[in-house]
Each structure stands twice: as C-alpha cells, then as structure tokens.
C-alpha cells in the first residue's frame, strides 16, 4: 500500500481513527448591530476533548481491538480535557476552523461561491478544496421524520441542555451502510463494532452551521454543532465548545493571505513513490546518503515506520505512526505508542526524540513546538530558543511570529524575544512586503516589523 500524502504520511485508519477524524469536522442569523468597515459579526467557538474516561475503563472491552485501545489511550495521554484542539469562527456566509489536533490547518469556506481553501501555515499554501454547501446526505423526510441518504440517517430527539452557556437540541446521526464509513473495510471489520456505531451531535439553532472538508455532513445539522460525540461498543468521546463569543472580526479572517501560494487540491494529494513497504525497497530523494522510509504492517490495516540504509538494514525501528515532509533539513515525526512528536534528520537520526505535545513543521530554521499547554521554540537540532511561554505561536514569516497570551496578540522575533507587546485582539503573520494586519478595539490596520502603524 502506498502512501498517498505528501505533508502527513502515516496508515491507514483503523475504524475508531475513521470515527475519530469524522468528530472533527442551518439556521442563518441577522446581526444588526452597526459594524466597523472591513469588519462583520460571527461567533467564535472553541472545543476541547470529551472522554468518558470512567465508562471506557469500567464497561468491558474485550470486543474492541488493540490498536483501537493504544489510540485511545494516545489521545488522552496528548490532551487534557479542557485543552483546545479546535476553534471556529462562522458567519452567516463565511467559515473559518482552525485545527489544533494531528495537523495544524486552517479551513475557509465561503457559503455563497465555489470558494473554500485549506491553509499549510508551514509551507504558506493555500489549497483549494471543495464548497459542499450544495451537498446534502440525506434525500428526502421519511414517514417518521428522519431523513436518510448515502448511509447516514439523522434523527431529532427531545433532548435539551445548555453548553458554553447556550441552549442546545439533539440529533442522533447512525450508519446503515457501513461501507459509506470503512470505504470497503471487510464484514470482520464491520462486525468488530461497525453496527454499533452512533454519533451524537448537540446543535445550537440561533448559530450558522459550519462544515468543512471531510466534515460536510454537518451541513445537515440545523445548526452550529456545539458538541459532537461517538459511540461505539464501551467507548465514548467526542468534542465539546467549552466557549461560545458572539463578537466582531475582520473579514480578512475569513481570505486567504496575499502571501501564500494558491495550488489546486490535486497538489495536496500526491503519490509518494519512494516508500518502503514489505522489501518493495525505493529510495526516498528526501533522505541523504541512501537513507529511506521503511513501513512494518501491525494488521491488515495500519502500518509503522522506520528508516533503513541503501542494504535495507533498520537503522531507527519501526516506531513511527505518522511522518511529515523535510523542511529545513528534518522532518517532524509522531511515536506510534505515545503520540508524542519528535525530529529526525535526512541523515536517518533522530535528533530529537518524541516528547513534545506538538511539532510544526520547520519554517525559517525555528519550530515551534507545544508542552504542556503552551507553546515555545526550538531550531531544527532541538535547541531551545524560547521555553514554552504562550497559549499560541504562529509560524514564523519575515523573521517574526505572531503570540498570544491569555486574549491578547503581539509578535516575537527569531531569537523568542517579545518585539511588538502583547496589545492587539487578533494579529496576522508578516507578509513579504515586511507588514501585518492586526486587530484592536473592532478597526484594522497594518503595521509594520517595529509595530509602527502603516497605510
């Protein structure tokens, strides 16, 4: 099997990652408060993890596989509960989501046009993708009010509560066909927990619904998904909105910056033809001196990495679940067992090993990394520039990184030092002309490196 992904390789999905992966993925609203120019209304909502910790360990468990358990347990290792993995920002006609999770992206899709755009803030790559606003899984209501369509069936219940202080009602999305899941998995594999899968979506009317890539389906929802859950066997986690704002941005949030490259969505999706799987041994031209990926099949199913030499010796096992693409001369890669991110060189060594929470790719020989809920730099050789000080750190862009601390954004130069104060609302990173817009107080403006206004 050949990896199909340039900037994040890794296996292919056992069904609870399937399932993990569909959590992260209406009704409109008039706002009509007076709004600055260049500026428009939308609610920003910002989720965490939600696991059912106590159920999983105590409900038996004997019919969920290993693989499954291991992931689990990654991803409770990785984040606690009310750490942010995703945040949303949606409008009546524009979306943004930003993803904290496996990959850092950023999603934006305009509801009225063909317009949506998957942003690589390490390579400054907007991709474009695909607008499903047109799209719906369900054909038609059925008798009982439930519609059903490509295997998905969503029905309404009762059920009512509040979170992040809004009220919110109950759909019950399941699957009666299971291949519009596991996409050809065999009838084992569907009887290891297929049948028993559910997805629980608690939806807030009075907020646009958001969707976006392989989350579209939450176009059917009536309504902003405030919490999403799964299902399945004894396992149950999702995501929750631990805050939902109702504020005012700049309509720059929602557009691709004038200094990333547009390329086409194929682009995205290119075949790797130098990996290594089962002694079909290929040079990878990333590597130096022979050096190449080597893959070790777990199952049926999913797949470890390692690196091995030009003789196919294994110079690093097989530890790997995940690897990305080299820039500045390493590559960032995810320990299968921890899920921790660590680097390694085109050397074949791992010069950092895998204990950080998180890893961007390398931009401007500085990485950003995260520990502990807050993030800090290091250069590709693992040295510590700047130890883990703010809740965000942008890639670095003309020498400067935009931060944030608590609610408020300023901007670090190469060295980690503050440079621009912590003083604005939002802040962009740096274009190529040496300016960035910034936010504060509902007007936009751009500055320049010294944080001089500028027109």
């Given amino acids: 099997m050949k990896n199909t992904i340039s900037l994040l390789n890794g296996p292919k999905p056992t069904w609870l990652m399937l399932i993990v992966l569909m959590l992260f993925g209406a009704n409109q609203v008039a706002w009509t408060q007076t709004i600055p120019t260049g500026t428009l209304p939308a609610y920003k909502m910002q989720f965490a993890l939600s696991l059912n910790v106590e159920k999983y360990r105590n409900e038996n468990i004997d019919a969920i596989d290993e693989e499954d358990i291991t992931a689990l347990m990654g991803l409770m290792a990785m984040f606690s509960p009310d750490e942010e993995i ?25 509801k009225l046009s063909d317009q949506a755009y998957t942003l690589d803030t390490a390579s400054k790559i907007a991709y474009k993708t695909f607008n499903y606003l047109g799209q719906s899984y369900m054909d038609a209501s059925n008798e009982t009010g439930d519609g059903e369509a490509l295997g998905m069936k969503i029905t309404y219940t009762d059920s009512l509560k509040t979170i992040a202080g809004i009220p919110v009602k109950q759909a019950v999305i399941t699957f009666e066909d299971e291949n519009w899941i596991f996409d050809g998995y065999p009838d084992e594999e569907k009887e290891n927990g297929a049948e028993n899968i559910s997805i629980i979506v608690w939806y807030a009317e009075e907020i646009p619904a958001y969707y976006y890539k392989e989350y579209d389906y939450l176009n059917d929802i009536p309504g902003a998904a405030l919490a999403i859950g799964f299902t399945s066997n004894s396992l149950d986690f999702g995501i929750v909105a631990t805050s939902v704002a109702d504020i005012v941005v700049p309509l720059s949030l929602f557009e691709v910056p004038e200094y990333y490259e547009v390329m086409g969505w194929e682009d995205y999706f290119t075949i790797n033809e130098d990996l290594s799987i089962d002694g079909d041994y290929k040079e990878d031209s990333e590597f130096e001196n022979g050096y190449r990926w080597a893959a070790k099949k777990v199952n049926e199913y999913d797949e470890i990495y390692g690196v091995e030499d030009k003789n196919g010796k294994l110079v690093i ?63 590709p050789k693992g040295k510590i520039v700047l130890p883990a000080s703010y809740d965000y750190i942008s890639s670095f862009n003309n020498g400067m990184a935009a931060v944030r601390l608590d609610s408020s954004y300023g901007y670090i130069d190469t060295k980690g030092k503050l440079v621009i104060p912590l003083k604005y609302d939002y802040a962009y990173d740096f274009d190529e002309t040496g300016k960035a817009e910034v936010y504060v107080d509902e007007e936009v403006f751009y500055i320049d490196t010294k944080g001089n206004r500028v027109d």
């Fill in 86 to 110: 995703l945040t949303i920002y949606v409008s009546d006609n524009k979306i943004r989501v930003e993803e904290q999770f496996f990959k850092k992206e950023i999603h934006l899709i305009d």
């Fill in 317 to 379: 096992p097989h530890q790997f679940r995940f690897y990305y693409s080299f820039f500045d001369g390493v590559a960032v890669v995810v320990d299968s067992k921890s899920y921790r991110y660590g680097l390694i060189s085109k050397k074949g060594k791992l010069i950092v090993s895998c204990k950080y929470d998180y890893l961007y790719s390398s931009s401007e020989n500085k990485i950003i990394f995260e520990k502990a809920e807050k993030y800090g730099v290091i250069t």
